[in-house]
């Protein structure tokens, strides 16, 4: 949903836009619905960390999934997330995803419009949707229906969320006044999922602080949960399993 402006005309009634744009999002998520090719697989998890998350979300919380490479953390939450949308589940009305472009994080100088420069960075959220769709073209429906939004830390600032489903994901690769900026835009009906994992920041060892500084802040907060996965959560291959095992005896994190 758009940004509300700080002033508005006299004639200008904001909450009709709203409930129109509440009603077309409605009738293209039936759309959707309706469509026998287009539906989404049911997942079973595959660890007893990812039955933990699946719990905490359904029995309201908000999320901090913070743990090892290869666990699922991204694919539940999107499954998570995109499940909700297509149910109505509290009239939250798509998902999105927020991400932080570490090289670039001043696009500013870079050609194109803004859905140019953050294209290759939609790809793992593309390849999800493919998955959890079973078609590759799942994303592109989604997002030409308003059911999923990618947005870069840098367009963020003056934006209000409400009435959806928020992943951001990498937040190891978000400095302090990144994170502060994402969640102080979480606005009505809101769902937060924060998901990443320390050790695979691209920042220096003095700038991955923020990240830890951030958690500790969020995991004292009554409305999330904090969820870690660990080594033994590892699900994408034995090959990355044993990779990160064996990374870990060596004292590499």
Do not use: W
């Not at 409400?162 to 009906?189: A, Y």
């Not at 090959?239 to 990374?247: F, L, S, T």
């Amino acid at each position: 949903m758009p940004a509300k402006s700080a002033i508005l005309d006299d004639d200008y009634d904001d909450s009709k836009n709203v409930l129109k744009l509440n009603k077309r999002q409605r009738k293209a998520k039936d759309r959707v619905k309706k469509n026998s090719k287009f539906r989404l697989r049911n997942i079973e998890p595959r660890t007893n960390t990812q039955v933990k998350a699946i719990d905490s979300y359904l029995n309201g919380q908000n999320l901090l999934l913070h743990g090892v490479a290869g666990t699922g953390k991204t694919f539940l939450s999107m499954y998570l997330g995109l499940r909700d949308v297509l149910d109505g589940f509290e009239d939250r009305h798509k998902l999105v995803v927020v991400r932080s472009v570490v090289p670039t994080r001043d696009m500013g100088f870079l050609p194109g419009s803004v859905t140019e420069k953050t294209k290759v960075y939609e790809l793992p959220y593309k390849a999800i949707c493919s998955e959890l769709f079973g078609r590759g073209d799942a994303f592109d429906i989604l997002r030409s229906k308003g059911m999923i939004e990618f947005i870069s830390t840098s367009y963020i600032r003056g934006t209000t969320l409400d009435n959806c489903i928020v992943l951001v994901d990498e937040c190891q690769n978000m400095n302090f006044h990144e994170l502060d900026s994402v969640i102080t835009r979480m606005g009505d009906n809101i769902r937060l999922i924060l998901s990443g994992d320390f050790r695979q920041s691209d920042f220096s060892t003095k700038e991955r602080g923020d990240f830890l500084i951030f958690m500790n802040i969020i995991t004292e907060m009554n409305k999330f949960d904090n969820i870690e996965f660990y080594t033994s959560d590892i699900v994408r291959s034995s090959m990355v399993k044993e990779y990160i095992i064996e990374r870990a005896k060596q004292g590499y994190i």
